[in-house]
């Protein structure tokens, strides 16, 4: 089992930035590729971004590319996801998930993942 623990949510204002962070323990690390999803009320589960496990490969949904950077910290079992330049459209829950991986692909589905976190809200106001 992989326990992920996110932090970091809160509100904003358009145009800033907040950075999340994930948690993970259980097992190691450096085994698993992560990723970032988001889920907003009444819509589905969507892929923000994924890194793999040695963080030298990354994918971005198209609606963050450029705003958006996931970055991960073996040595402290951490990822995150730093958000600049914020939208009222990327207030969701967070969510942080975790795929035990063997090779450099970046997965964007989330069947894909098999760990997940409770979530945390990010608010963005206009």
């Known amino acids: 089992q992989v326990q992920l623990v996110e932090s970091g949510g809160g509100l904003v204002q358009a145009g800033g930035s907040l950075r999340l962070s994930c948690a993970a323990s259980?097992?190691?690390?450096?085994?698993?590729?992560m990723g970032w999803f988001r889920q907003a009320p009444g819509k589905e589960r969507e892929f923000v971004a994924g890194i793999n496990t040695r963080g030298g490969s990354t994918n971005y949904g198209d609606s963050v590319k450029g705003r958006f950077t996931i970055s991960r910290d073996n040595a402290k079992n951490t990822v995150y996801l730093q958000m600049n330049s914020l939208k009222p459209e990327d207030t969701a829950v967070y969510y942080c998930?975790?795929?035990?991986?063997?090779?450099?692909?970046?997965?964007?589905?989330?069947?894909?993942?098999?760990?997940w976190g409770q979530g945390t809200q990010v608010t963005v106001s206009s």
């Open positions: 259980g097992r190691t690390f450096s085994n698993y590729a």
């Open positions: 998930a975790a795929r035990l991986s063997f090779s450099d692909t970046v997965a964007a589905g989330t069947r894909a993942y098999a760990y």
